[in-house]
């Protein structure tokens, strides 16, 4: 892993009204790293991730994108960053509609321009083979499990070849053996295509199977960071209440 910073935050704020969501968050993820994000529900989590890739405008602070400052960017400019991050949402976002080959060539074809259809075949064929589902590239979402449904989700969001992805609860739902598999999945596309990750989750199994670094946030700050091994061993009792 390289000490080059892919992602920087810089005094991050955002308010929804009364409710401080983020108070001045400061972080960075190196080139290769999976940084895992630990919190209670509604300590700003996904609201960071979001801020990532334009999808809430914080209130106050800077975010640098393989180094381009994304915070004041227009629609047009913030696209052009967006093509080398994957978003894999919590519920993994298939278009029900649309058959799994369907999902996986219209993310291409958004992307990707003057691709031919042998050319989007083969890409989508690796994408499943990457997630290990070759077989259900002709099945329609509602055909899937929750587990094969997340791996779908992860296909559509590898087949774009982004640098960076940000997982929102990759493991959320799954039974525990489903949720080891999707984490080993993680681990396997970070050493394949040394991708920068995030990776929000309540998953503690997942958070030591992925994680290079752990940051945890608390009342929308960062409360305390480390190694999974590193933490486990804190003294401080609300830190220990997720490793019990």
């Not at 972080?27 to 990532?52: D, T, Y």
């Not at 298939?94 to 058959?99: E, W």
């Amino acid at each position: 892993m390289q000490n080059e910073s892919v992602i920087t935050i810089k005094n991050l704020w955002k308010s929804f009204g009364e409710n401080e969501v983020l108070k001045g968050i400061n972080l960075s993820v190196n080139k290769g790293e999976n940084l895992v994000v630990l919190g209670r529900s509604g300590s700003g989590k996904s609201v960071a991730i979001k801020c990532l890739v334009g999808l809430v405008q914080p209130d106050k602070g800077d975010i640098i994108v393989l180094g381009t400052t994304i915070t004041k960017l227009k629609n047009k400019e913030l696209n052009k960053i967006r093509v080398h991050i994957g978003f894999m949402f919590q519920n993994g976002a298939l278009y029900d509609s649309m058959s799994v080959r369907q999902n996986l060539s219209f993310t291409l074809k958004h992307h990707t321009r003057n691709l031919s259809d042998p050319e989007i075949e083969t890409k989508i064929m690796e994408a499943l083979e990457n997630v290990g589902l070759v077989e259900a590239v002709d099945k329609m979402p509602a055909e899937l499990s929750g587990g094969m449904r997340k791996r779908i989700g992860l296909a559509r969001t590898l087949i774009i070849n982004p640098e960076i992805i940000l997982y929102d609860e990759p493991t959320s739902g799954l039974d525990p053996i489903t949720s080891r598999e999707i984490s080993e999945l993680i681990l396997s596309i970070q050493q394949k295509y040394k991708t920068t990750s995030i990776i929000i989750t309540h998953d503690m199994t997942c958070a030591k199977m992925t994680a290079n670094r752990i940051l945890m946030l608390k009342d929308g700050i960062i409360h305390i960071e480390g190694t999974y091994v590193e933490l486990e061993k804190s003294n401080d009792e609300w830190v220990r209440s997720f490793f019990t």
